[in-house]
């Protein structure tokens, strides 16, 4: 039987004059007047056995799909939940919407399969939930999927949530919110999303679902609404109402989270067997200006933040656009990782698409976040509405008709048959598209290049030998002293006719002994 939830209302929801009645606005309302009073830290269930749910007793934990709300309907897309346990330690309240009255989902371990010995067996009723997840669809349109065996959002954990691409897989993650990320004087801040209100659908062909959550932390409080929809990969309608307790250094919106370990442009010998590991290889803008821009991730050595300057973006995201499993020759699908896209709706005004890369040496942190970041101060007692669109996709939602960069190469630098020259660096940088393809053999590109330091040498443009599919190549030497970063940019250009996208990146000087002739 399909999950049943009791006929009594919730006590924590939003209160009114009519009860329970829930709408979006008394949402907002309520964490606006919660905003103004101290925070106040979930109640986690007993910290002794949760820490006895460790990553082994929790695998043995599984929910029983046959429980799953809505798994006879109405909608097509049924709801499975997750366990608490040493990982996921804060609970979150779970409510459904029927004809606009909120009931709570109770936790209760009869909905999971487990161990009769297993930790969780000692968990109070009201221990709450970790998070949920959306699975397929019921009526096996998604590919013929099955629906209790794959799912394709998930939200689990403070503000964090996820969703396959059109490949059918998990990767990158998006957050609430993200506050003080690599902030040299102040720890960042990890608020939770503490409750959430599914919206029961209408009917079976209702094409996706509306969640409603409230996140709290110590800094702010808010609403968010979810309008979450399985296309040809996810889109997510987001509209958040958010209110300051106290200031915020780096206030980050619409925040993405992935991980970039190494990849084609630079990897020290023998790191890794595989070519390549990263779920996303870079950040691609469109400014609010229309111009489009690809930012090749690093792995630096020391934490490094960017800051792209811009009013009311047409969009930013962390994309993956290798998909050669060749470059990967990994069983988990690097390939395969989603894209994922943020489309601003409304003005957003002036700020900076803000990109923090943080040093990694393995591939099971994320270190890389992206985020947009507004000019002015966020201080407490301030209110902000933030409306945009998530595409979780192969690529972007509206690919632009330039030629794209489809590989970054750095070398030693020098002409080929002569030794490396001392303190310069060779950049191979290297484009495709239609506007390439339609060059004459008589036409040669020329590199546009800038540099923040140093100087340019031996600057070409070629095709790409052996491939006839509009892919050219830039190559050019930095000679460059000093340690500290360079900031590069480069695009392709015929007479007045821009040709590609601007190739922008961050370099990070070698020590001088590391790119002296060897004797």
């Known amino acids: 039987a399909s999950f049943k939830v009791p006929a009594v209302a919730a006590a924590d929801a939003p209160k009114t004059e009519d009860g329970v009645r829930f709408t979006f606005d008394k949402l907002v309302t309520l964490t606006e007047e919660m905003a103004l ?112 065996e794959n799912d394709w959002v998930a939200f689990l954990g403070a503000s964090y949530f996820r969703a396959i691409g059109e490949q059918y897989q998990y990767g990158i993650s998006a957050r609430g919110i ?28 209702q094409p996706g679902i509306t969640v409603y959550a409230l996140l ?30 106290q200031n915020i250094d780096r206030f980050g919106i619409a925040p993405l989270t992935s991980m970039y370990w190494f990849s084609e442009t630079a990897k020290s010998g ?20 229309g111009e489009r821009i690809w930012r090749p991730l690093n792995n630096p ?30 069983i988990v699908d690097y390939q395969r990782r989603p894209s994922l896209w943020v489309e601003p709706q409304g003005d957003w005004g002036e700020g900076s698409v803000q990109l923090v890369e943080i040093p990694t040496d393995g591939e099971i942190h994320d270190n890389i976040v992206a985020m947009w970041v507004p000019k002015e101060p966020a201080e407490a ?25 489809v590989a970054t190469r750095l070398g030693n630098g020098g002409l080929p048959g002569h030794a490396p020259s001392k303190g310069v660096r060779k950049f191979v940088v290297e484009f495709s598209g239609t506007p390439l393809e339609k060059l004459s053999s008589s036409e040669l590109p020329e590199a546009v290049l800038w540099t ?44 007045e006719q821009t040709l590609s996208e601007s190739w922008l990146y961050q370099y990070h000087p070698l020590p001088p002994s590391s790119l002296a002739p060897k004797a």
């Not at 968010?224 to 958040?240: N, W």
């Open 381 to 405: 007692g301030n209110q902000y509405r933030f409306k945009y669109r998530l595409h979780w996709l192969s690529d972007e939602p509206y690919p632009t008709n330039l030629a794209r960069c």
């Open 37 to 148: 009073k101290p925070y106040v830290r979930p109640i986690t269930p007993a910290e002794s056995s949760l820490l006895k749910i460790d990553y082994n007793a929790l695998l043995k934990i599984r929910f029983n799909t046959n429980h799953a709300l809505f798994a006879n309907g109405p909608g097509q897309y049924p709801i499975t939940f997750f366990h608490l346990g040493r990982l996921f330690r804060i609970p979150v309240k779970l409510h459904v919407i029927t004809k606009g009255i909120a009931q709570p989902i109770p936790y209760d371990k009869t909905l999971f399969d487990m161990p009769a010995d297993s930790p969780a067996q000692a968990l109070a009723a009201d221990s709450g939930f970790a998070g949920f997840r959306l699975q397929e669809s019921r009526l096996g349109n998604q590919k013929d999927r099955n629906w209790k």
């Open 270 to 289: 023998a790191i890794d067997w595989r070519p390549e590991v990263h779920d996303s290889d870079g950040l691609a803008l469109w400014t609010g200006t």
């Open 178 to 205: 993200a506050l003080d990320v690599a902030q040299a004087d102040k720890a960042e801040e990890f608020p939770d999303f503490t409750h959430f209100w599914i919206e029961t659908p209408t009917d079976d062909q």
């Open 452 to 495: 923040s330091r140093g100087t340019f040498e031996n600057v070409l443009t070629e095709p790409v030998p052996h491939d006839t599919t509009g892919h050219w190549r830039a190559q050019f030497d930095l000679r460059v002293e000093g340690p500290e970063p360079v900031e590069l940019r480069l695009y392709l250009r015929l007479a």
């Open 301 to 330: 050595a020391r934490t490094m933040a960017s800051a792209f300057s811009d009013r009311n973006p047409r969009g930013f995201g962390l994309l993956q656009r290798d998909r050669s499993f060749a470059n990967y020759l990994d």
């Open 216 to 245: 709290d932390g110590p800094s702010l409080c808010g609403a968010y609404r979810f309008v979450i929809s399985r296309t040809k990969g996810v889109l997510m309608d987001i509209d958040a109402a958010l209110f300051l307790r």
